[in-house]
Structures are given as structure tokens and as C-alpha cells.
């Protein structure tokens, strides 16, 4: 079994910056299936369906929804079987649970971290 564990969410003000992290651990098979699977990253708002915000193949090529287009950049680490989404210029409609999905296994997901961006 691999778990996804989120971190680095928190309440930021409009305009800031923050760096979300997800984790791949469990069986001595998570590393292996990290590397070769892609990652997603998605939110979800009070009240609104779960959207996709950036996605990872395994061979690095990225794309994004245009709301987060050029404020979002996502990343991986196969090194550390971590994937990483850094968020600048953030905005009140960005505020959301971030959650990370794990393209293997029949999907996973990890626990969200909540990120609130308001003044």
C-alpha cells in the first residue's frame, strides 16, 4: 500500500505565497511506484465540486487549469518521493482543501491540507 500525506497549507494574506508538499510512503514498493506514476494535484471549495489544478507525468511534463496558470508551478522529487506545488500570488477564490492524487493503484488520495488566503 502506498498513504499520501499533504502538508504546507495555512492562512496566507492575498498576494502571498505558499508551498504545498505530498509524501508517498508505506510498502518498500511506494518508492517505484511514485516515480513511474503521475501526480495531480486538486481542491476543493466549500460547497463546490473537487477540481483539478496541476497534473505531473513521470517524465515531468506539466499542465494546469487556467485559473492557476502561471501563478502555480507543480514539481516532484522522485528522490524523495515527494510532489510539491508552489503557490504564489495567491488569491481569496484559491482558498480550499488542496489534496494530492496518486495516478497508480487504482488512484489515491491523501487527507488535504486547507489553505485559506483573506486578509
Known amino acids: 500500500q502506498v498513504q499520501l500525506v499533504e502538508s504546507g497549507g495555512g492562512l496566507v494574506q492575498p498576494g502571498g505565497s505558499l508551498r504545498l508538499s505530498c509524501v508517498a510512503s508505506?510498502?518498500?514498493?511506494?518508492?517505484?511506484?511514485?516515480?513511474?506514476?503521475?501526480m495531480e494535484w486538486y481542491r476543493q471549495a466549500p460547497g463546490k465540486q473537487r477540481e483539478l489544478v496541476a497534473g505531473?507525468?513521470?517524465?515531468?511534463?506539466?499542465n494546469y487549469a487556467d485559473s492557476v496558470q502561471g501563478r502555480f508551478t507543480i514539481s516532484r522529487d522522485n528522490t524523495r518521493n515527494t510532489v510539491f506545488l508552489q503557490m504564489n500570488s495567491l488569491k481569496p477564490l484559491d482558498t480550499a482543501v488542496y489534496y494530492c492524487h496518486l495516478l497508480a493503484l487504482g488512484g489515491r488520495w491523501g487527507q488535504g491540507t486547507q489553505v485559506t488566503v483573506s486578509s
Open positions: 505531473i507525468t513521470s517524465g515531468g511534463t506539466t
Open positions: 508505506g510498502s518498500f514498493l511506494a518508492g517505484s511506484i511514485f516515480t513511474s506514476a503521475a
